[in-house]
């Protein structure tokens, strides 16, 4: 790869990942982004995110991994059933969710690549395709409210039942 190619990729890969207050995070996905494919094959591997552990399929939305949310989504409603599977697949979660974005960025990657031949535009592209969505943040902050105050609720009305048993009515 010469160096041409490489700052190409680097700039595609800081256009999807649009954190450049943080340019860190650039370097953390490409770190994480060069485990999955070697020698041009790709595989899955461990990279471990704490994010993703415990945003689960609200991180997999932020990063438009759509797909890869859904299928947790349904895997989350049926190890609801079994106790110990969603440890597991929270675990899980936080050892392969950015798989799934490094698959987002590649699929992105060649769209863009078949449509455009001008390395600029194609970086403008992937700023507009890739990125985040801040809107999950706000919606998770929210849905996590809601259900915080429901458990509230629901303790405190569970406490005022147990006093009117005690006091005999």
Known sequence: MNEHTSEYEARMLEAFVDKPEQPEKGLWYANAFSKYNINGIDSMRWKWSWWAFFGGIWFLLYRKAYSAAGGLFLLSFAAAFIP???????????????????????NKKLQIEATQADEEQRIEMMREL???N??????????????????IFA??????MESAEYQGF
């Open 155 to 160: 303790l405190s009305a569970g406490m005022s």
């Open 130 to 132: 890739g990125g985040y």
């Open 134 to 151: 801040q809107w999950v943040l706000v919606v998770a902050v929210i849905l996590n409210l809601l259900v915080l105050v429901g458990i």
């Open 84 to 106: 110990p599977a969603g440890l597991i697949l929270w675990i899980l979660t936080g050892g392969y969710a950015i798989y799934f974005v490094y698959k987002v960025y590649k």
